[in-house]
C-alpha cells in the first residue's frame, strides 16, 4: 500500500480587511456544514483548532466537538505509519506554509481511510499569520481505484511475461517440428534419387542379362551344331567301316 505523502507551495491565502459581515458568516458556515468534506480553521499561535465543519463526524466517525477540546486528539487516529509524516506536516503547517499530505486515518470501527489534507494560510493586512484553514477529503475510493489499477497493472505484467514464455517455447517446438519436417522432405527426396538410381542400374543389368541370355543361348546352338556335326561324322565313320567289314565277309564267303 502507498505510504502517505505531502508537499508545499508558497501560495499565500490575504486576510481580508474588517469584520466579516454577518450574512456572509452565515453563507460560509452553511457551505462548510453542507459539503462531504471537513473544513477546518485553526489559531497559529497555539494550534488549537478554532473550528471544525460536521463532516469531520462523517470521515473520522468522531464527534467535531472532541477536537475542538482537544485539539491533538485527532492524532490518535493517523495510522502510525504516516505519524512522522502527518506531525511533520503539522508542524510545517503551524509555521505558515501552505502544503497537503495524503495519510491513513484508522476510525473507531476499526477501517482504514485515505485522506487528503490540505492547509492555507491567512494573513492579516500587517501581513502577520493570523489563522490557518484546510480542507480534509475521503479519498479512500480513489486510493482503492489507484491500488486496483496497480495491481492489474501488475497481474497484465505478469500474464506478459507468461505469454512471453509460452510463445517463446511454442515457437522453439515450432522451429523444432520444422526442422524435423524438413529433414524428413531431404530424406524423402535422398530415397528418391537412390530409389531412381537402383532403378537405373536394374535397367542396366536387366539389359545385360537379357544380352548373356543371347549369348549362353547362342552358345548352347552353336555347340549342339558342332556335337551334330561330329556325332554325324562318328556315325558315318562307322557305317563305312561295318559296310567295309560286310564287303569284306561277303568276299570270303563267296570263296
Sequence with gaps: EPNSSCSWTNARVPCPSGARPARERETLRQLAENIHEIF???????????????????????????????????LDSVHPEDWPTVNAARQSQLSGKPGDCEYRIVRPDGSTHWVWDRSFPVFDPSGQLDRIVGIVEDITERKQGEEALHQARLELAHHAVRLEKQVAIRTAELTASNRQLVDSIESIKRGKDEYRGLLAQSEVLQKQLRH????????????RKVISRELHDEVVQTLIGINVELSSLAKLGAV
Design 40 to 74: 477546518w480553521m485553526i489559531d497559529p499561535r497555539n494550534g488549537r483548532f478554532l473550528y471544525v465543519s460536521p463532516a469531520f463526524k462523517e470521515i473520522w466517525l468522531q464527534d467535531p466537538e472532541s477536537i475542538l477540546r482537544d485539539s491533538s486528539s485527532w
Design 212 to 223: 548373356l541370355t543371347r549369348k549362353i543361348l547362342t552358345a548352347q546352338e552353336e555347340e
